[in-house]
């Protein structure tokens, strides 16, 4: 596997378009809506200029034929501590054992990019069963769960705002450097 910064460039932009519309990437997600191309684009954009998240694209090999996922990191500013992952897989390469490696090749790029995050936080709900399994097995520790309204920073396409969001029974993990 290797993994690249996301490019403003329409091969990314297409490939991550077709992941973040995949049925089970948006049954996953907090906004469960399909996206519109036009909407995607100008998020895409803003997203791999954005200084306060990394983007990453992960592909089987250097040929970069073969797409296996995305992996983002998300800090408030400059000075965070922490940041928000998210993070996907092609439906031909899920459910082969392989999200293990995926996750600690992208926390690798964040190790040498962010120095000063110490803590990892992800938000997974609770019918994710994978998503659970694999952030618990990778040393994420539960620390709440919400089964009501909460004020997050929701980030909509097109521009990130605080907003209401309804969390389907989600459980947040997070994980600490030792
Ligand atoms: C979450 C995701 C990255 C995990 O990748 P994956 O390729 O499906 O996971 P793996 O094959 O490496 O398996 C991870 C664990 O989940 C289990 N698992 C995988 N698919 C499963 C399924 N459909 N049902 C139950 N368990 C499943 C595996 O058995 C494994 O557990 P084990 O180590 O105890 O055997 C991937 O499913 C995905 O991209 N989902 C859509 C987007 C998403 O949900 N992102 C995360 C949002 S928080």
Same mark, same amino acid.
């Given at each position: ?8 460039? =329409? ?23 399909? @996206?519109?191309?036009a909407d995607h684009?100008k998020w895409?954009?803003k997203?791999?200029?954005?200084? =306060? ?11 970069? +034929?073969?797409?296996?996922?995305? @992996? ?28 293990? +490696? ?25 019918? =994710? ?27 909509v396409y097109g521009g990130g ?18």
């Amino acid at each position: 596997m290797i993994i690249r910064n996301a490019k403003n460039k =329409n091969k990314d932009c297409n490939l991550i378009y077709s992941l973040s519309n995949d049925p089970l990437v948006r049954s996953n997600s907090f906004n469960t809506k399909s @996206i519109e191309y036009a909407d995607h684009y100008k998020w895409f954009e803003k997203t791999v200029m954005d200084k =306060n998240t990394l983007f990453f694209l992960v592909f089987s090999d250097e040929s970069e +034929e073969e797409f296996i996922g995305q @992996i983002r990191f998300k800090r408030e500013c400059e000075n965070s501590n922490e940041c928000v992952i998210s993070l996907s897989i092609t439906e031909q390469f899920r459910g082969k054992h392989i999200a293990k +490696e995926f996750l600690e090749l992208g926390i690798i790029e964040l190790q040498k990019n962010w120095k000063k995050i110490d803590t990892i936080i992800a938000e997974v709900k609770d019918e =994710n069963i994978a998503s659970n399994k694999l952030f618990e097995k990778e040393g994420f520790k539960l620390v709440s769960r919400v089964n009501t309204y909460k004020l997050i920073t929701c980030s909509v396409y097109g521009g990130g705002y605080k907003c209401k969001v309804v969390f389907a029974n989600c459980t947040s993990f997070e994980r600490r450097a030792a």
